[in-house]
């Protein structure tokens, strides 16, 4: 069964810290992908990788970093968290030929 | 505007009946569609892939319709289990990498009893 995990599925934190989310995926896929959900306003791509230390922005990269350092893992850091990036944050993968995508259970973030 | 445009609903459909609904899509370019599931607090998953000659999975039917530049969903018997927010996905723009994918807001659907 596919499978792919992030670090929480809650956090709170404060304005201005630093803030590391995780996922991990089982599935030797070559694409990783992170999104936040948003109330109305659906899944916005923030950043995207193909390969291992490979990204691309998504279409809201502000303020957010990414991290491949192995295919399995990919992470999302908030150099200095705000609270407009309260937010369901969900991880996906895909092959790289494929668009259909597997996501995680995802994190809700909340930024006090 | 946006890229895919769903309308939010809700849909409250009585348990047995039919329910349909569309979404539009931007950019005529675009040449894979799907309907992705989410449930209340989980994750969305693939439904299905929708195909320019339209096709059925069991009671969900989805149509394209290109030259509007829309697609819809059709689940006949709704059973309760039915209920979920439904994504209406298109690939990116040609421009974009591979495997990138435009999602819409959701169409939510309310099954009762």
């Known amino acids: 069964d596919v499978k792919v995990t992030q670090s929480s599925r809650y956090l709170v934190k404060r304005t201005g810290e630093k803030v590391f989310l995780e996922c991990v995926q089982d599935m030797d896929h070559e694409n990783m992908f992170w999104y936040r959900q948003d109330p109305g306003l659906g899944l916005r791509l923030i950043y995207f990788?193909?390969?291992?230390?490979?990204?691309e922005k998504g279409d809201i990269p502000e303020g957010y970093s990414v991290s491949r350092e192995k295919k399995e893992r990919f992470s999302l850091i908030l150099e200095s968290a705000s609270t407009n990036q309260t937010s369901m944050y969900l991880c996906?993968?895909?092959?790289?030929?494929?668009?259909?995508?597997?996501f995680g259970p995802g994190t809700r973030l909340t930024v006090t | 505007r946006k890229e895919v445009e769903q309308d939010p609903g809700p849909f409250n459909v009585p348990e047995g009946a039919t329910v349909a609904f569309n979404c539009t899509y931007s950019?005529?370019?675009?040449?894979?569609f799907f309907w992705y599931r989410q449930d209340c607090r989980k994750e969305p998953k693939l439904l299905m892939s929708?195909?320019?000659s339209g096709n059925e999975d069991g009671r969900f039917t989805a149509q394209l319709n290109r030259a509007s530049q829309y697609i819809s969903l059709l689940i006949r018997d709704s059973k309760l289990s039915d209920s979920a927010t439904y994504l209406c996905v298109v690939n990116g723009p040609v421009t974009d990498s591979w495997g990138k994918l435009q999602f819409g807001a959701g169409t939510q659907v309310v099954v009762t009893p």
């Open positions: 950019n005529s370019a675009s040449q894979s």
């Open positions: 990788s193909y390969d291992v230390k490979m990204k």
């Open positions: 929708v195909y320019s």
């Open positions: 996906a993968s895909s092959r790289w030929n494929s668009y259909e995508q597997y």
